[in-house]
């Protein structure tokens, strides 16, 4: 289970049973962790969190006002990363799904994060070894690049950059499977010892015997 999906969690016992432990635990997990909620896992729960806030009575705000400046706070540490094209559409969905409550609080950070990956996913591929999902980052750039504007120069290089990172996972899986057809593995032999040899000849006197 995520962290944030931790923090709903109790705030939802709180609104339950209103014991000042829920939110105490729920601070104090986002506080621990508010540089390190992972998209993938976090974006849409923290997300959610912040919508519900949003629309609670100013009056039953104040309890939730130091969780909920913390789940901010993480998406906006989220954002600067660096991060996979598809973490950071992720995150981008998110505010989407809900651009009436969050699109105001998010719209400089979607505005920064996406040039900033279109302009250094050529350093953040080495860790990427599915031609497939290489693929996808190739097409989620281009889509992403037409909803800031940005330069296409800089897409073109940014896709140049991902086809030679598939090109070197083909070749890889290339090499791997033609070690495996030709068995150039490196081979390991058996050490046996004066005792070793011994033993072994021991055990065929015996057998004959």
Do not use: C
Not at 98 to 115: Q, V
Not at 130 to 139: Q, V, W
Not at 163 to 183: A, F, L, N, P, Y
């Amino acid at each position: 289970m995520g962290h944030g999906r931790r923090i709903e969690l109790l705030i939802g016992w709180w609104q339950i049973y209103p014991s000042p432990m829920f939110i105490e635990t729920a601070n104090a997990i986002a506080l621990s962790r508010v540089n390190s909620f992972s998209p993938w896992q976090d974006a849409s729960v923290l997300g959610s969190i912040l919508v519900r806030y949003l629309a609670l009575p100013d009056n039953d705000r104040a309890p939730l006002e130091e969780i909920v400046g913390l789940v901010e706070q993480a998406i906006h540490e989220m954002f600067e990363r660096s991060l996979d094209p598809d973490d950071l559409e992720r995150l981008i969905n998110t505010v989407d799904e809900n651009e009436n409550s969050l699109g105001s609080l998010f719209e400089t950070d979607i505005a920064t994060a996406i040039p900033q990956l279109i302009e250094n996913i050529g350093e953040n591929l080495d860790h990427v070894d599915s031609d497939s999902t290489l693929g996808e980052f190739a097409t989620t750039i281009k889509k992403m690049a037409k909803r800031v504007g940005h330069d296409p120069n800089s897409v073109e290089i940014a896709k140049e950059a991902i086809q030679r990172r598939i090109q070197e996972v083909d070749e890889h899986s290339v090499g791997d499977s033609e070690m495996s057809v030709t068995g150039e593995y490196p081979r390991t032999f058996d050490r046996f010892d004066d005792q070793d040899l011994m033993s072994l000849f021991a055990s065929l006197i015996t057998d004959d015997n």
